[in-house]
């Protein structure tokens, strides 16, 4: 968690970049590049946005509470980018600090997820949709985030059912959209490329964690 992420993620519209990559696919016509460029900017063009219902959640459980349109982008995932990442955090506060930062358009920030010490869930953003949580526009665009209440330096905020629960919902994110149940594509937020974050920090128990998703992965239809 953290309050710079939308400045490190990038572009809220179509800025000079986006214009340049414009051009240069005027120039090469049918290019593999400028295609595939062009088909992450369709999104952007007016008039167009994928169906929502309000207030639709996409994990059975989860309450919704929107986060503030200035700490997410609205995209069309897994057919603009493709999903194959899940990244954990920690909010550094409670739970209702972590809801109240993520409606606040001044924070620039905000995960799709939050998970309570009690094991409660909220989704604050929709999955195809781009959330300011890691801090590095790539990994925005092709994860998954999920916060979890509590300190970094207090393992007792790691509770049973915060990683039952979080657990659950990670393999539910995994089958949906074929992520491999491993360290490589479950990351914390600490492991992200160029982050200042440390979270979840050294506390957080991740052989147990992933035995958690992997059980519950098995699970799921």
């Given at each position: 968690m953290g309050a710079t992420e939308a400045?490190?993620?990038?572009d809220r519209r179509i800025?000079?970049?986006?214009?340049?990559?414009?051009?240069?696919?005027?120039?090469?016509?049918?290019g593999v590049l400028a295609r595939d460029e062009l088909a992450r900017l369709w999104w952007r063009t007016p008039g167009v946005e994928k169906p929502r219902v309000e207030g639709a959640v996409d994990y059975r459980g989860a309450k919704w509470?929107?986060?503030?349109?200035?700490?997410?982008?609205?995209?069309?995932?897994?057919?603009?980018?493709?999903?194959?990442?899940?990244?954990?955090?920690v909010t550094q506060g409670s739970f209702a600090s972590a809801v109240k930062a993520?409606?606040?358009?001044?924070?620039?920030?905000?995960a799709h997820y939050i998970v309570g010490q009690d094991g409660r869930v909220t989704q604050m953003i929709r999955e195809l949709d781009v959330a300011y949580h890691a801090g590095n526009r790539d990994y925005n665009e092709r994860s998954v985030g999920i916060e979890h209440e509590g300190f970094v330096d207090r393992p007792e905020d790691f509770t049973a059912a915060m990683y039952e629960s979080s657990a659950r919902?990670?393999?539910?994110?995994?089958?949906r959209y074929d992520i491999p149940v491993d360290r490589e594509h479950i990351i914390g937020h600490v492991e992200v490329?160029?982050?200042?974050?440390?979270?979840?920090?050294?506390h957080w128990d991740w052989d147990r964690y992933m035995k958690l998703v992997r059980k519950a992965r098995t699970a799921v239809v």
């Open positions: 400045s490190k993620d990038g800025g000079r970049r986006a214009l340049l990559i414009g051009g240069a696919a005027a120039a090469v016509g049918t509470v929107a986060a503030s349109d200035a700490n997410w982008r609205r995209a069309d995932r897994p057919d603009d980018y493709a999903i194959d990442m899940v990244i954990i955090h993520f409606q606040d358009p001044g924070h620039q920030a905000a919902l990670t393999a539910r994110i995994c089958a490329p160029g982050t200042d974050h440390t979270d979840p920090g050294e």
